[in-house]
């Protein structure tokens, strides 16, 4: 997909520093992700105002704390949910991609990487904590998704969506040349070497991730205790815009501790 919607990187001065990276001997994930997220300071930056990003961020913490409603049927009503296809983990999924597309309209295609990873660490969630992908019952649906519904659940919902997230942008911004440095004449000598160092920059962005999950967990606290359970979306602008920058910070600098 990125090759078709962006075409290739630019050779700009700033993008030099990944294509360095890409064909540096022992090159490794941290770099190449430090590297990218260095390079593509703008398009971090851009990302703050995404309305897809927004709405994912919106509904992730607004779903978690349905969980813990007394009317969690009518929760999800309100967020607009079809609640007679969110009855199993599959479903309410599907709902969610359903819910933010109609709300956040096309999505761009770092946009459509957030929803993406929104689906998928949902989708881990709640498989995690039930029996069935298509069989469950809807309070069998919200007792897999309480585990998310404490600070300390929600902070480690953002950590791996922002981690699933970062990883997924990095891949998508550098993969778009990382066939061109792949061969006996450079460090990657092989597809085999490609995918590796792929599955090494999947790694180092969710470890990162991990300096989302504190501030999340007492931001969403905070948050619901003043909406009265029922998050806003200034407040999430301002929560995702902090995210994205403490985010590109580590990835950034993660590399040279």
């Not at 001997?25 to 430090?34: H, I, K, P, Q, Y």
Request: proline share 3%; hydrophobic share 40%.
């Amino acid at each position: 997909m990125g090759h078709i919607r962006l075409g290739r990187l630019p050779k700009s001065k700033q993008w030099k520093s990944v294509f360095a990276a890409l064909d540096a001997e022992g090159v490794s994930g941290a770099t190449v992700a430090a590297a990218t997220a260095g390079a593509a300071a703008e398009r971090f930056e851009a990302l703050k105002s995404d309305a897809t990003l927004q709405q994912t961020v919106w509904y992730l913490a607004r779903l978690a704390s349905a969980a813990n409603s007394i009317d969690f049927v009518g929760a999800l009503n309100s967020l607009g949910f079809d609640t007679r296809r969110s009855t199993s983990p599959a479903g309410l999924v599907a709902e969610l991609s359903r819910v933010i597309r109609a709300a956040a309209g096309p999505p761009s295609p770092l946009g459509e990487l957030a929803l993406k990873s929104a689906q998928r660490v949902l989708a881990e969630r709640l498989l995690g904590q039930s029996h069935s992908l298509f069989g469950d019952s809807i309070e069998d649906v919200r007792a897999s998704l309480k585990p998310s519904a404490s600070a300390a659940g929600f902070g480690a919902l953002a950590r791996d969506f922002f981690g699933s997230f970062a990883a997924s942008t990095v891949r998508f911004l550098a993969e778009k040349e990382l066939s061109n440095y792949v061969g006996p004449q450079h460090a990657l000598r092989s597809t085999s070497d490609a995918a590796e160092l792929s599955r090494d920059i999947e790694r180092y962005c969710r470890e990162s991730a991990e300096i989302v999950r504190e501030f999340a967990g007492g931001w969403y606290s905070k948050a619901n205790w003043k909406t009265s359970h029922r998050i806003d979306r200034q407040r999430t602008e301002g929560f995702l815009a902090y995210a994205l920058t403490k985010m590109r910070s580590e990835l950034e600098s993660g590399a040279n501790r």
